[in-house]
């Protein structure tokens, strides 16, 4: 390999940077998990070793364009009492969530976000069609019309959201669900019986918004609206990094791993099916800079000699991604 090695360096002092093929999306979709079972059934999109020691299947997965991205907290004692927190990213914490989510979305860009959390249901897959902003205090005012609860205290102090953008929020302000929610249902209740999950798009009303829970004044609804938010401040294709769909869905607390595993995966396809005309990804756009230039085959080697440099999917990294890859950077995107 030492000759295909000089051979870019050379390739990269012909070309240079000029090779600007703008992309307007990252091809990246990010799935964030909470309580079990819906941190467990991401466990294969997750990049880190420590939580996934058979290996991230996200890079290009089945070959679809996308890679798949996953986040979520581990419950190592059980979720009795203060157990409930978890450990590492996502703690069942507002201001830990807060702090994660912030990093995550640079590190990720996200096209598109799905929020997971743990919902009361037996084997529920629940759409949640919005979000809304709880108070924070209870000295906060109501929006005209409505009332609006307190967010539910976590385990540690401080115990509800501090985060100032948040709190500069209205009370009350409502983020609706851009997934494809009612695709979503049907294909999961195509593939699967009701005895292993129960799909259902959460019934809501917007011109009666006190008829509905918005997900829960805990970290489900917290969560569901940071992703919510995130679409709308970044739906634009003037975006640095456009967003095209985020919405939460609540898993049911009995919901066996390998049934929400088999969920996950019809959600992504169906995801995928939408978002597909509405997010002009790159896939030559190696390192997601939103520009293709030889830094991005300078980061595809990196990759490929750290044996993750599967771009054809293949299942195998081998001199034949170097090919593919270097078609798809001088076709400018692919």
Known sequence: ???????????????????????????????????????????????????????????????RGYDVHAYFPEFPNGMAGANGRGVGDLEVDYQDTVTDWARIIEEVHPVAIITFSRAN???GWELEPAAQRWKVNSGEANP????????????LAPTRPTDAALIAEPVGNIRNNSLP???????????????????FVQTYDPLNPAGFDFGGGFLSGYASYLGCWHHDLNAGPG????????????????TLVPDAVQATQITLRTLIEHISPLATICR???NDSTDVTVQDIFDYL?????????????????????FDYLG????GCG
């Open 1 to 63: 390999m030492r000759w295909m090695f000089g051979s870019m360096l050379a390739l990269g002092c012909v070309i240079g940077a000029g090779k600007q093929a703008t992309a307007d999306n990252t091809n990246n979709i990010l799935i964030t998990g909470y309580w079990p079972p819906s941190n467990e059934m991401l466990r294969s999109f997750s990049r880190s070793p420590m939580q996934n020691p058979t290996g991230w299947v996200g890079r290009n997965w089945e070959g």
């Open 121 to 123: 249901t037996v084997r």
């Open 144 to 155: 005209p019309g409505r009332t609006v609860a307190l967010y539910t205290t976590d385990y």
């Open 181 to 199: 929610m009612q695709q979503i249902v049907n294909a999961v209740a195509a593939a699967m019986t009701p005895a292993q999950i129960d799909p």
């Open 239 to 254: 975006s640095a990094y456009q967003c095209v769909a985020a919405g939460h869905i609540h898993v049911g607390g009995m």
């Open 284 to 286: 030559a756009d190696w």
């Open 302 to 322: 990196g990759s490929y000699f750290a044996n993750d440099g599967d771009f054809n999917n293949d299942g195998a990294t081998s001199v034949q991604d170097v």
């Open 328 to 331: 798809a950077y001088f076709a």
